[in-house]
């Protein structure tokens, strides 16, 4: 009995841990379905936060993070007062605002093909909860108060609007996102004209298909994109730093410039000239033939003649024995004349008189030659 009551604990204990396993796959499978939304892909386009087709035009103190376009328009106004902040960059009508035009109106058609989860045509979007899905509207939508979007802890969690014609939000409006929302994935596809009522506080990417306004002191967290009319500006703050992507151009020139000079210069010019010089000169100059010719000198017969003031032969006699032999060894084997006798010999050459001091003959002195 006891091993018959744990065999059916075991079975039961099976049967509970497949159960939670078919829950869990059929959440999972409801979940795919209803994140089947897609962003587009806006191209060029990600680097703009307004980008206008006829003109663009500013009342007042606008902040614009991102660039701002017009194509084929060329009118843009009002900036300054209103400011672009770097990276970004005004475009009239030149190949960057084209390229963005024709890119936006991709993703704009990319939107439109995508299919509802829910339609919600006649109904006010204020007061709204919504989770992540692709909401319909057959002609024109109306905010009034606030929106919630709730991705319920999924970041990646889109949320899609495609309203027939046109967008209106009351005075004092917002688009709100709880649990991980995320501003770059929430998507309005206008079929005509979108205006944000005064200070409304909107929130998704504007992709409109004639014209988009801005009431005074409206700010947007996101985009606007005005495919075929004008992008008409209050005091307005547009942008985001997490979803507007810089431009390309300036994320390639920065890096390239700085690391490329600097290692090239210093490692070439600083070891070459210092190590070629100096071991060069040095040696050369040091064993120079000068030093021994200063040494040669020395033993010269000139300080021999020095003791031979007089024109007598007996000294040139000596002088050319020691200066032919240039050696002093060599000296000494001449019988030297005794210190008296040469002190004689001098003074009686100077004098010119015999000798007579002590009492020596005069013929002592050519003894001594």
């Known amino acids: 009995m006891l091993v018959l009551s744990r065999f059916h604990r075991g079975i039961g204990g099976l049967l509970f841990l497949l159960g939670l396993a078919i829950l869990l796959m059929i959440t999972q499978a409801l979940q795919n379905q209803v994140y089947a939304q897609t962003n587009p892909n806006l191209g060029s386009a990600a680097s703009f936060a307004v980008l206008g087709s006829s003109t663009v035009t500013n009342t007042g103190s606008s902040i614009v993070n991102g660039d701002l376009g017009v194509s084929p328009g060329n009118a843009v106004t009002g900036f300054p007062p209103g400011i672009v902040t ?12 084209l390229d963005a035009r024709n890119d936006a109106t991709s993703a704009f058609n990319t939107l439109a093909g995508q299919a509802c989860s829910q339609n919600l045509s006649g109904q006010d979007l204020g007061g709204m909860t919504l989770t992540a899905g692709v909401y319909c509207f057959d002609s024109a939508a109306q905010l009034t108060g606030a929106l919630t979007l709730d991705a319920a802890g999924n970041g990646n969690a889109v949320f899609i609007f495609k309203i027939g014609s046109a967008l209106t939000t009351a005075s004092a409006s917002s688009v709100l996102l709880i649990n991980s929302a995320n501003a770059c994935n929430v998507w309005w596809q206008i079929g005509s004209s979108a205006t944000i009522g005064t200070t409304s506080s909107f ?22 994109l005005a495919l075929t009319g004008a992008v008409t500006m209050d005091s307005n703050i547009i942008g ?7 431009p390309a151009n300036t994320a390639t020139n920065t890096p390239t410039n700085t690391p490329t000079n600097t290692p090239t210069n210093m490692p070439t010019n600083t070891p070459t000239n210092t190590p070629t010089n100096m071991p060069t000169n040095m040696p050369t100059q040091g064993p120079s033939p000068t030093s021994t ?5 020395g033993p010269s017969p000139t300080s021999t ?8 032969p007996t000294p040139t006699h000596t002088d050319t024995s020691v200066g032919a032999s240039a050696t002093p060894p060599n000296v000494p084997t001449q019988p030297p004349p005794s210190a008296t006798t040469a002190s004689n010999s001098v003074t009686g050459l100077v004098s010119g008189l015999p000798d007579t001091g002590g009492g020596r003959p005069q013929a002592t002195y050519w003894q001594g030659r």
Do not use: E, K
Request: hydrophobic share 35%; net charge neutral; with cysteine.
């Open 203 to 224: 929130t998704g990417n504007i992709l409109a298909q004639a014209s988009i306004t801005l009431m005074t002191g409206a700010i947007i967290t996101g985009r606007a």
């Open 240 to 246: 985001s730093s997490t979803c507007i992507t810089p």
């Open 293 to 297: 010719n200063t040494f040669t000198p």
């Open 86 to 97: 770097p990276p970004g960059t005004i475009h009239l009508a030149d190949a960057a605002a």
């Open 305 to 312: 003649n020095t003791f031979t003031p007089g024109p007598s």
